[in-house]
């Protein structure tokens, strides 16, 4: 691998994005951060978009994006889909929320029943984060008991004690285990007396993509009913992966299911399903479980919802897989072809990359020993007309096309060589 001497990264950032410059800073002076959103946070500062329209992003200085982040795999049908504009629109002129029922809600809940086995019933809120807290307040309304298990490195939203165990951490109502392994299955047994509920993800999304060994879920089923506690399936980012979620590939069949993102179309989405009897905790009637607010269930969101999940068949979800397939290839293939060392791994239509080797099990996204190069070909990738996540991974959406994915490889192509480029980049090797 031969280093090129040139202009640093950054300085090519800030020659295309002054702009942004400005208004980061504008932002600063009224917001602790001026996405609102810390994960979107990257030196020396985010580009702020304008517009948004199928698979591209317009920053304020006019620069076009490939967007392969699909606001951290949610947007499927890319931005501005024009089915769910037009239904929102006309949704919009009868009335954007109410405090009673709504017919798309149905609709939405009906779809979501019909293509997911283990749910029963579904109810709805605003993020994945207030489906964690609907989830957890079902398992400790079912059982009793107050405290959750949950896998090192998974995330389930940004409240306090998930956000704890995120990072490998117990807190006052957690415990936490290795993901994927019989420590997990065993603090099932050893912290039964205390667990309303089991929370894990099919695949682990801040985690990089790791997946559980066949036979795992199966054992903490098992475990979960030997001590009476509810079996959580996260599947938040992977029901995009089959028409079932990623349950249905691996043949798991949880007590509670928790998702957002793409079925709320690129709106505001949370929802949690699964069977009758715990569902039914919440209805005001016959449980004692509290499920409210504001704006749970409003009819631009369903509206939106219900056109993104009927639109995503399993025929489209094969393409974008495999669409993504060819992008890991073409990843390999470069990094080989400019003597790079690089792993990845896909599921589906998500891919990740890597800079070191990461083994089978959980990459913690903050203190992965690539961070420095990771951060590095973001940039890259920015300067070179792709707008990928923080983590060094992207997904693929319905928006694209063969076309596109043609330019994405060769866009992919010229980040890394923008990477090598980089008079940073060997000290960012060297820490890896």
Request: proline share 6%; charged share 15%; aromatic share 8%.
């Amino acid at each position: 691998m031969t280093m090129r001497n040139s202009a640093s990264l950054e300085a090519t950032y800030l020659a295309r994005t002054p702009n942004s410059a400005a208004f980061e800073a504008r932002g600063l002076a009224s917001l602790p951060i001026t996405s609102s959103r810390g994960i979107s946070f990257h030196p020396p500062y985010p580009v702020t978009i304008d517009h948004a329209k199928g698979p591209f992003l317009h920053d304020i200085d006019g620069n076009r994006y490939i967007d392969l982040g699909s606001n951290f795999f949610s947007m499927i049908h890319g931005y501005a889909y024009q089915p769910i504009t037009d239904a929102v629109t006309a949704q919009l002129a009868r009335g954007s929320v109410w405090s009673a029922n709504n017919a798309p809600q149905v609709d939405l809940a009906e779809q979501i029943v019909a293509r997911v086995p283990s749910i029963e019933k579904v109810l709805f809120n605003n993020s994945g984060t207030e489906a964690f807290n609907l989830a957890l307040n079902i398992c400790r309304g079912a059982t009793g008991r107050y405290k959750f298990l949950m896998a090192e490195g998974g995330y389930h939203g940004s409240m306090f004690d998930p956000s704890l165990g995120s990072k490998g951490l117990p807190g006052p109502s957690h415990f936490v285990a290795p993901y994927g392994t019989d420590a997990f299955v065993a603090a099932i047994r050893a912290h039964g007396s205390h667990l309303a509920g089991v929370f894990v993800e099919g695949i682990m999304g801040s985690g990089a993509f790791a997946q559980a060994e066949p036979g795992f879920f199966d054992k903490v089923k098992q475990a979960c009913a030997e001590v009476g506690t509810v079996f959580v399936l996260d599947e938040v980012i992977s029901l995009r992966v089959a028409e079932g979620g990623y349950q249905s590939l691996a043949g798991i069949t949880p007590d509670l299911t928790m998702m957002g993102k793409i079925i709320g179309g690129g709106f505001p989405i949370g929802g949690v399903g699964g069977r009758k009897d715990l569902m039914d905790l919440t209805n005001p009637s016959t449980g004692h479980v509290l499920a409210s607010g504001t704006f749970s269930g409003n009819p631009l969101s369903m509206v939106a919802g219900g056109l993104s999940v009927r639109h995503l068949t399993q025929a489209k979800i094969d393409q974008i897989g495999a669409w993504a397939t060819r992008i890991e290839a073409a990843i390999v293939a470069k990094c080989a072809a400019i003597g790079l060392k690089v792993w990845t791994r896909r599921v589906g239509s998500l891919v990740a990359w890597f800079f070191h080797d990461p083994g089978p099990g959980v990459v913690y996204g903050g203190t992965r020993p690539d961070l420095a190069m990771v951060k590095r070909h973001q940039l890259a990738m920015l300067v070179s007309g792709l707008f990928p996540t923080p983590r060094a991974a992207l997904a693929t959406s319905t928006a694209m096309s063969d076309a596109l994915v043609d330019e994405i490889i060769e866009r992919i192509g010229a980040s890394f060589d923008a990477l090598l480029a980089d008079p940073a980049t060997e000290t960012a090797l060297a820490r890896t």
